[in-house]
Protein backbone atom coordinates (compact mmCIF):
# COMPACT_ATOMS: atom_id res chain seq x y z
CA UNK A 1 0.00 0.00 0.00
CA UNK A 2 1.32 3.14 -1.00
CA UNK A 3 1.78 5.86 1.62
CA UNK A 4 -0.46 8.78 2.78
CA UNK A 5 1.93 11.31 1.67
CA UNK A 6 1.91 9.49 -1.97
CA UNK A 7 -1.85 9.63 -2.17
CA UNK A 8 -2.37 12.71 -0.71
CA UNK A 9 -1.70 16.33 -0.54
CA UNK A 10 0.07 18.17 2.72
CA UNK A 11 -2.23 19.54 5.16
CA UNK A 12 -2.74 23.08 4.18
CA UNK A 13 -3.85 24.38 6.71
CA UNK A 14 -0.17 23.28 8.94
CA UNK A 15 1.61 26.13 6.91
CA UNK A 16 -0.17 28.85 7.99
CA UNK A 17 0.66 28.03 12.28
CA UNK A 18 3.42 30.49 12.15
CA UNK A 19 1.27 32.99 10.82
CA UNK A 20 -1.00 32.24 13.84
CA UNK A 21 1.54 32.40 16.36
CA UNK A 22 2.81 35.79 14.86
CA UNK A 23 -1.44 37.28 15.44
CA UNK A 24 -1.71 35.45 18.74
CA UNK A 25 0.59 37.91 20.13
CA UNK A 26 -1.12 40.88 19.10
CA UNK A 27 -1.60 43.17 22.88
CA UNK A 28 -4.91 42.71 22.13
CA UNK A 29 -5.20 38.89 20.94
CA UNK A 30 -5.85 37.10 17.97
CA UNK A 31 -8.56 37.88 15.60
CA UNK A 32 -9.21 34.66 13.82
CA UNK A 33 -10.62 34.99 10.47
CA UNK A 34 -9.15 31.95 8.39
CA UNK A 35 -11.49 29.25 9.12
CA UNK A 36 -15.31 29.50 8.63
CA UNK A 37 -16.31 27.65 12.11
CA UNK A 38 -19.44 29.34 13.40
CA UNK A 39 -19.30 30.96 16.48
CA UNK A 40 -23.02 31.80 17.52
CA UNK A 41 -24.75 29.87 19.59
CA UNK A 42 -26.73 26.94 18.40
CA UNK A 43 -30.58 27.97 18.45
CA UNK A 44 -32.58 26.90 21.13
CA UNK A 45 -35.25 24.78 19.17
CA UNK A 46 -32.28 23.13 18.08
CA UNK A 47 -30.62 22.18 21.31
CA UNK A 48 -34.11 21.39 22.61
CA UNK A 49 -34.95 18.76 19.69
CA UNK A 50 -31.24 17.40 20.45
CA UNK A 51 -31.98 16.49 24.33
CA UNK A 52 -35.13 15.25 23.67
CA UNK A 53 -33.94 12.55 21.24
CA UNK A 54 -30.78 12.10 23.87
CA UNK A 55 -32.04 8.84 25.11
CA UNK A 56 -31.45 6.77 21.87
CA UNK A 57 -29.82 3.83 22.67
CA UNK A 58 -30.39 1.99 19.12
CA UNK A 59 -28.88 2.25 16.27
CA UNK A 60 -30.15 5.02 14.22
CA UNK A 61 -31.04 4.07 10.32
CA UNK A 62 -29.25 5.84 7.39
CA UNK A 63 -31.82 7.17 5.38
CA UNK A 64 -33.12 8.44 8.52
CA UNK A 65 -36.65 8.91 9.94
CA UNK A 66 -39.49 8.83 8.49
CA UNK A 67 -40.25 13.06 10.05
CA UNK A 68 -36.44 13.54 8.74
CA UNK A 69 -37.10 12.88 5.14
CA UNK A 70 -40.03 14.86 5.58
CA UNK A 71 -38.61 17.69 6.62
CA UNK A 72 -35.92 17.21 4.08
CA UNK A 73 -37.97 17.09 1.12
CA UNK A 74 -40.17 20.15 2.43
CA UNK A 75 -37.10 22.48 2.68
CA UNK A 76 -35.99 21.55 -0.83
CA UNK A 77 -39.73 22.09 -2.16
CA UNK A 78 -39.96 25.21 -0.25
CA UNK A 79 -36.57 26.77 -0.43
CA UNK A 80 -35.07 25.35 -3.44
CA UNK A 81 -38.12 25.84 -5.54
CA UNK A 82 -38.27 21.71 -6.56
CA UNK A 83 -41.16 19.60 -7.07
CA UNK A 84 -42.33 16.64 -6.69
CA UNK A 85 -39.79 15.47 -4.39
CA UNK A 86 -40.13 12.21 -2.71
CA UNK A 87 -38.07 10.16 -0.08
CA UNK A 88 -36.42 8.70 -2.67
CA UNK A 89 -34.82 11.97 -3.73
CA UNK A 90 -32.98 12.58 -0.23
CA UNK A 91 -30.23 11.20 1.95
CA UNK A 92 -28.78 12.59 4.62
CA UNK A 93 -24.94 12.61 5.32
CA UNK A 94 -22.72 12.83 8.01
CA UNK A 95 -21.40 16.50 7.49
CA UNK A 96 -21.02 17.76 3.82
CA UNK A 97 -17.13 17.40 4.30
CA UNK A 98 -17.30 13.54 4.69
CA UNK A 99 -19.42 12.93 1.48
CA UNK A 100 -17.34 15.25 -0.28
CA UNK A 101 -13.93 13.27 0.35
CA UNK A 102 -15.41 9.65 0.03
CA UNK A 103 -18.17 10.27 -3.42
CA UNK A 104 -15.93 9.30 -5.90
CA UNK A 105 -15.18 6.11 -4.03
CA UNK A 106 -18.17 5.59 -3.15
CA UNK A 107 -19.39 5.81 -6.66
CA UNK A 108 -17.03 3.55 -7.75
CA UNK A 109 -14.49 5.62 -9.39
CA UNK A 110 -10.64 4.76 -10.13
CA UNK A 111 -7.68 5.14 -12.24
CA UNK A 112 -8.74 6.41 -15.42
CA UNK A 113 -12.16 8.07 -14.43
CA UNK A 114 -12.01 12.30 -14.20
CA UNK A 115 -13.59 14.24 -11.64
CA UNK A 116 -13.44 17.65 -12.60
CA UNK A 117 -13.72 20.70 -9.67
CA UNK A 118 -13.60 24.37 -10.36
CA UNK A 119 -9.78 26.36 -10.47
CA UNK A 120 -10.85 27.81 -7.46
CA UNK A 121 -11.87 25.35 -4.55
CA UNK A 122 -12.20 23.89 -1.57
CA UNK A 123 -9.23 21.34 -1.42
CA UNK A 124 -11.32 18.28 -0.53
CA UNK A 125 -12.81 17.29 -3.93
CA UNK A 126 -8.98 16.81 -5.23
CA UNK A 127 -8.87 14.94 -2.28
CA UNK A 128 -11.60 12.95 -2.76
CA UNK A 129 -10.42 12.20 -6.42
CA UNK A 130 -7.00 10.83 -4.74
CA UNK A 131 -8.63 8.95 -2.39
CA UNK A 132 -10.07 6.87 -4.96
CA UNK A 133 -7.22 6.65 -7.19
CA UNK A 134 -9.00 8.53 -10.06
CA UNK A 135 -7.84 11.60 -12.18
CA UNK A 136 -8.67 14.90 -11.50
CA UNK A 137 -9.09 18.28 -13.04
CA UNK A 138 -9.36 22.12 -12.99
CA UNK A 139 -11.71 23.85 -14.71
CA UNK A 140 -12.79 27.47 -15.33
CA UNK A 141 -15.70 26.58 -17.41
CA UNK A 142 -16.49 23.26 -17.43
CA UNK A 143 -18.21 23.34 -20.68
CA UNK A 144 -15.24 23.72 -22.25
CA UNK A 145 -13.95 20.19 -20.48
CA UNK A 146 -13.09 17.15 -22.69
CA UNK A 147 -15.87 14.97 -21.57
CA UNK A 148 -14.11 11.85 -22.36
CA UNK A 149 -13.64 9.92 -19.22
CA UNK A 150 -15.25 12.47 -17.55
CA UNK A 151 -17.43 10.36 -14.56
CA UNK A 152 -17.92 13.54 -12.19
CA UNK A 153 -18.65 17.08 -12.64
CA UNK A 154 -18.50 19.45 -9.03
CA UNK A 155 -20.59 22.57 -9.32
CA UNK A 156 -19.93 25.04 -6.34
CA UNK A 157 -22.20 27.73 -6.24
CA UNK A 158 -21.80 30.07 -4.02
CA UNK A 159 -18.27 29.09 -4.20
CA UNK A 160 -15.91 28.96 -1.09
CA UNK A 161 -13.18 30.61 -1.78
CA UNK A 162 -14.34 33.12 -3.61
CA UNK A 163 -18.22 33.63 -2.78
CA UNK A 164 -19.15 33.54 -6.72
CA UNK A 165 -22.91 32.78 -7.54
CA UNK A 166 -23.84 30.74 -11.24
CA UNK A 167 -26.23 32.33 -12.91
CA UNK A 168 -29.63 30.46 -13.14
CA UNK A 169 -28.47 30.92 -17.13
CA UNK A 170 -24.99 29.34 -16.65
CA UNK A 171 -26.60 26.36 -14.40
CA UNK A 172 -29.01 25.57 -16.86
CA UNK A 173 -26.30 25.57 -19.42
CA UNK A 174 -23.96 23.55 -17.33
CA UNK A 175 -27.22 20.69 -16.90
CA UNK A 176 -27.30 20.52 -20.32
CA UNK A 177 -23.91 20.23 -21.21
CA UNK A 178 -23.59 17.35 -18.75
CA UNK A 179 -26.73 15.30 -19.53
CA UNK A 180 -25.52 15.43 -23.36
CA UNK A 181 -22.02 13.99 -22.44
CA UNK A 182 -23.30 11.61 -19.99
CA UNK A 183 -21.25 12.94 -17.32
CA UNK A 184 -22.85 12.99 -13.14
CA UNK A 185 -23.22 16.53 -12.03
CA UNK A 186 -23.32 17.14 -7.66
CA UNK A 187 -23.56 20.58 -7.00
CA UNK A 188 -22.34 21.92 -3.47
CA UNK A 189 -24.86 24.77 -2.44
CA UNK A 190 -24.03 24.40 1.18
CA UNK A 191 -24.02 28.30 1.13
CA UNK A 192 -27.29 28.58 -0.84
CA UNK A 193 -28.83 30.57 1.94
CA UNK A 194 -26.07 33.27 2.27
CA UNK A 195 -26.93 35.08 -0.77
CA UNK A 196 -25.72 38.99 -0.42
CA UNK A 197 -25.81 40.95 -3.57
CA UNK A 198 -26.46 37.89 -5.36
CA UNK A 199 -29.89 35.55 -4.90
CA UNK A 200 -28.21 32.17 -5.63
CA UNK A 201 -30.25 29.33 -7.53
CA UNK A 202 -29.89 25.42 -6.80
CA UNK A 203 -29.62 23.07 -9.95
CA UNK A 204 -32.54 20.96 -8.34
CA UNK A 205 -35.12 24.10 -9.20
CA UNK A 206 -37.02 23.44 -12.01
CA UNK A 207 -36.06 26.53 -14.91
CA UNK A 208 -32.58 24.93 -14.76
CA UNK A 209 -32.91 21.03 -14.93
CA UNK A 210 -36.41 21.30 -17.12
CA UNK A 211 -38.22 19.63 -13.97
CA UNK A 212 -35.81 16.41 -14.17
CA UNK A 213 -33.26 15.16 -11.79
CA UNK A 214 -31.80 13.17 -14.00
CA UNK A 215 -28.01 13.32 -13.78
CA UNK A 216 -27.87 15.88 -10.81
CA UNK A 217 -27.30 16.02 -6.90
CA UNK A 218 -27.44 19.32 -4.71
CA UNK A 219 -25.05 18.74 -1.10
CA UNK A 220 -26.58 21.19 1.62
CA UNK A 221 -25.79 21.38 5.15
CA UNK A 222 -26.61 22.73 8.46
CA UNK A 223 -23.17 24.19 9.82
CA UNK A 224 -23.07 27.59 8.50
CA UNK A 225 -27.53 28.37 8.11
CA UNK A 226 -27.96 26.86 11.34
CA UNK A 227 -24.48 27.09 13.51
CA UNK A 228 -24.03 23.26 13.32
CA UNK A 229 -21.07 22.56 12.34
CA UNK A 230 -20.69 20.40 15.65
CA UNK A 231 -23.36 18.00 15.01
CA UNK A 232 -22.13 17.02 11.39
CA UNK A 233 -25.48 17.51 9.32
CA UNK A 234 -25.93 17.42 6.43
CA UNK A 235 -27.95 15.81 3.43
CA UNK A 236 -28.13 15.30 -0.37
CA UNK A 237 -30.92 15.75 -2.99
CA UNK A 238 -31.58 14.60 -6.78
CA UNK A 239 -31.53 12.10 -8.71
CA UNK A 240 -33.08 8.97 -6.85
CA UNK A 241 -30.85 6.67 -9.55
CA UNK A 242 -27.92 7.74 -7.76
CA UNK A 243 -28.68 8.43 -4.50
CA UNK A 244 -30.19 4.89 -4.35
CA UNK A 245 -26.99 3.14 -4.82
CA UNK A 246 -25.56 5.36 -2.35
CA UNK A 247 -27.61 4.81 0.04
CA UNK A 248 -26.87 0.93 0.30
CA UNK A 249 -23.12 1.54 0.37
CA UNK A 250 -23.13 3.98 3.05
CA UNK A 251 -25.67 1.26 4.86
CA UNK A 252 -22.63 -1.25 3.93
CA UNK A 253 -20.19 0.91 5.81
CA UNK A 254 -22.15 2.15 9.10
CA UNK A 255 -22.29 5.96 7.43
CA UNK A 256 -25.24 7.14 10.17
CA UNK A 257 -26.16 10.40 11.26
CA UNK A 258 -26.68 9.99 15.05
CA UNK A 259 -30.36 9.74 16.19
CA UNK A 260 -30.10 13.24 18.31
CA UNK A 261 -28.55 14.97 15.32
CA UNK A 262 -31.31 13.50 12.88
CA UNK A 263 -34.23 14.90 15.27
CA UNK A 264 -32.27 18.16 15.24
CA UNK A 265 -32.03 18.89 11.89
CA UNK A 266 -36.02 18.15 11.56
CA UNK A 267 -36.56 21.55 13.94
CA UNK A 268 -33.74 23.53 12.15
CA UNK A 269 -35.49 23.03 8.81
CA UNK A 270 -38.72 23.89 10.13
CA UNK A 271 -37.44 27.17 11.26
CA UNK A 272 -36.66 30.04 9.38
CA UNK A 273 -36.32 32.53 11.85
CA UNK A 274 -33.43 31.74 13.30
CA UNK A 275 -31.90 31.64 10.21
CA UNK A 276 -33.22 35.10 9.63
CA UNK A 277 -31.60 36.37 12.68
CA UNK A 278 -27.84 34.63 11.59
CA UNK A 279 -27.95 36.12 8.49
CA UNK A 280 -28.27 39.84 10.02
CA UNK A 281 -25.67 38.75 12.07
CA UNK A 282 -23.42 37.92 9.30
CA UNK A 283 -24.04 40.37 7.13
CA UNK A 284 -23.17 43.48 9.51
CA UNK A 285 -19.88 41.35 10.02
CA UNK A 286 -19.43 41.64 6.41
CA UNK A 287 -20.40 45.27 6.00
CA UNK A 288 -18.35 46.27 8.73
CA UNK A 289 -15.02 44.12 7.69
CA UNK A 290 -15.35 45.06 3.32
CA UNK A 291 -15.40 48.66 4.24
CA UNK A 292 -12.15 47.85 6.44
CA UNK A 293 -10.41 45.67 4.02
CA UNK A 294 -11.27 48.23 1.35
CA UNK A 295 -9.85 51.40 3.43
CA UNK A 296 -6.90 49.78 3.98
CA UNK A 297 -5.74 49.29 0.62
CA UNK A 298 -7.77 45.89 -0.74
CA UNK A 299 -9.96 44.89 -3.39
CA UNK A 300 -12.65 42.20 -3.27
CA UNK A 301 -13.56 40.17 -6.13
CA UNK A 302 -16.86 38.53 -6.17
CA UNK A 303 -17.70 37.94 -2.60
CA UNK A 304 -21.64 38.24 -3.80
CA UNK A 305 -22.27 35.38 -1.50
CA UNK A 306 -21.41 33.05 1.29
CA UNK A 307 -19.27 33.39 4.39
CA UNK A 308 -15.66 35.21 2.97
CA UNK A 309 -14.47 37.93 1.91
CA UNK A 310 -12.07 37.20 -1.30
CA UNK A 311 -9.24 40.18 -1.00
CA UNK A 312 -6.32 40.78 -2.10
CA UNK A 313 -3.50 43.79 -2.54
CA UNK A 314 -1.83 42.37 -5.52
CA UNK A 315 0.67 40.95 -4.10
CA UNK A 316 1.83 37.18 -2.88
CA UNK A 317 -1.07 36.30 -0.82
CA UNK A 318 1.27 35.18 1.88
CA UNK A 319 3.05 38.62 1.99
CA UNK A 320 -0.29 39.38 2.57
CA UNK A 321 -0.63 36.60 5.25
CA UNK A 322 2.22 38.08 7.01
CA UNK A 323 0.71 41.79 7.09
CA UNK A 324 -2.31 40.82 8.71
CA UNK A 325 -0.84 38.67 10.86
CA UNK A 326 1.13 41.55 11.95
CA UNK A 327 -2.33 43.88 12.68
CA UNK A 328 -3.15 40.31 14.64
CA UNK A 329 -5.87 39.23 12.07
CA UNK A 330 -5.18 35.42 10.62
CA UNK A 331 -6.50 35.26 7.24
CA UNK A 332 -6.68 32.12 4.80
CA UNK A 333 -3.96 32.10 1.84
CA UNK A 334 -5.50 32.19 -1.91
CA UNK A 335 -2.85 29.59 -2.82
CA UNK A 336 -4.70 27.13 0.01
CA UNK A 337 -7.38 26.75 -2.41
CA UNK A 338 -5.19 26.41 -6.07
CA UNK A 339 -2.71 28.23 -7.29
CA UNK A 340 -5.12 30.74 -9.21
CA UNK A 341 -5.65 32.45 -5.64
CA UNK A 342 -1.92 32.85 -5.12
CA UNK A 343 -2.49 36.78 -4.58
CA UNK A 344 -5.49 36.61 -2.34
CA UNK A 345 -6.75 36.04 0.77
CA UNK A 346 -9.90 34.52 2.14
CA UNK A 347 -11.23 36.35 5.02
CA UNK A 348 -13.77 34.44 6.89
CA UNK A 349 -17.10 36.63 8.57
CA UNK A 350 -16.91 33.72 11.45
CA UNK A 351 -16.33 35.59 14.89
CA UNK A 352 -17.97 37.21 17.23
CA UNK A 353 -19.18 41.15 16.92
CA UNK A 354 -16.44 42.00 19.58
CA UNK A 355 -13.45 40.54 17.42
CA UNK A 356 -14.66 41.56 13.94
CA UNK A 357 -14.65 45.26 15.52
CA UNK A 358 -11.20 44.49 16.67
CA UNK A 359 -10.33 43.37 13.35
CA UNK A 360 -12.16 46.60 12.00
CA UNK A 361 -10.27 48.90 14.38
CA UNK A 362 -6.84 47.62 13.40
CA UNK A 363 -7.82 47.79 9.76
CA UNK A 364 -8.45 51.35 9.82
CA UNK A 365 -6.22 54.11 9.37
Not at 69 to 87: K, Q, S
Not at 183 to 194: A, G, K, N
Request: hydrophobic share 40%; net charge negative; charged share 20%.
Amino acid sequence: MSAVSDRLPAFPWDKLEPYKKTAAAHPDGIVDLSVGTPVDPVPEPVQKALIAAADSPGYPTVWGTPELRDALTRWVERRLGARGVTHHHVLPVVGSKELVAWLPTQLGLGPGDRVAFPRLAYPTYEVGARLARADHVAYDDPTELDPAGLKLLWLNSPSNPTGRVLSKEELTRIVAWAREHGVLVFSDECYIELGWEADPVSVLHPDVNGGSYDGIVSVHSLSKRSNLAGYRAAFLAGDPAVLGPLLQIRKHGGMMTSAPTQAAVVAALGDDEHVRIQRERYAARRTALRQALLAHGFRIEHSEASLYLWATRDESCWTTVAHLADLGILAAPGDFYGPAGANFVRVALTATDARVQAAVTRLTP
